[in-house]
T-cell receptor, first 115, second 113 residues
Framework: AQSVSQHNHHVILSEAASLELGCNYSYGGTVNLFWYVQYPGQHLQLLLKYFSGDPLVKGIKGFEAEFIKSKFSFNLRKPSVQWSDTAEYFC?????????????FGDGTTLTVKP | DTGVSQDPRHKITKRGQNVTFRCDPI?????LYWYRQTLGQGPEFLTYFQNEAQLEKSRLLSDRFSAERPKGSFSTLEIQRTEQGDSAMYLC???????????FGPGTRLTVL
């Protein structure tokens, strides 16, 4: 069975600080990895995804994530956060095949950026 | 807006009543997923369809829950004899193929009194 662990439940940063949110997954096979963001009052939106190739993936709004297969990790980073990055961030995994169905999500990290 | 839509956005019901939610996926997507999200947790998988076929159901989906996608387009999720523990956000997502990105709707927030 797949599982996803997000280490930080709530992160508070000041504007311009650097961000790193941890995500570790448990699954024995090939995986697809995702980070979703949910801004206050809005629905889940895709931030970035990894299917294959370069393990460093870049997403929208200056976010990036690095897939480290040996560590089963897919941490999210941003060099300089803005107040508008205040949101909840979810890491998700699904089996990396054309028959992959469900995604398994972590419990999320709430990011608060102070102006 | 050609994204995933869900109706209603909010539903308040009394314990023991039946409720039905609707999801309209992105039109060209053949896969449709239902998730449930409670406060402080990430979305939990309930079930998914490829076209009209229901391919997987979670153990979370008790016999009080049923989902349909009769023509391979929109889907309904029905909860019979609701319980207070059913209070949650019910999310729908769609994708174009199995491993591709899932696009989420705004959700239906259910409150069972």
């Amino acid at each position: 069975a797949q599982s996803v662990s997000q280490h930080n439940h709530h992160v508070i940063l000041s504007e311009a600080a650097s961000l790193e949110l941890g995500c570790n997954y448990s699954y024995g096979g090939t995986v697809n990895l995702f980070w979703y963001v949910q801004y206050p009052g809005q629905h889940l939106q895709l931030l970035l995804k990894y299917f294959s190739g370069d393990p460093l993936v870049k997403g929208i709004k200056g976010f990036e994530a690095e897939f480290i297969k040996s560590k089963f990790s897919f941490n999210l980073r941003k060099p300089s956060v803005q107040w508008s990055d205040t949101a909840e961030y979810f890491c998700a995994v699904n089996a990396g095949s054309t028959n992959a169905g469900k995604s398994t999500f972590g419990d999320g990290t709430t990011l608060t950026v102070k102006p | 807006d050609t994204g995933v839509s869900q109706d209603p956005r909010h539903k308040i019901t009394k314990r023991g009543q039946n409720v039905t939610f609707r999801c309209d996926p992105i039109s060209e997507h053949n896969r449709l997923y239902w998730y449930r999200q409670t406060l402080g947790q990430g979305p939990e998988f309930l079930t998914y369809f490829q076209n009209e076929a229901q391919l997987e159901k979670s153990r979370l989906l008790s016999d009080r829950f049923s989902a349909e996608r009769p023509k391979g387009s929109f889907s309904t999720l029905e909860i019979q004899r609701t319980e207070q523990g059913d209070s949650a956000m019910y999310l729908c997502a769609s994708s174009s193929q199995g491993a591709d990105t899932q696009y989420f709707g705004p959700g239906t927030r259910l409150t069972v009194l």
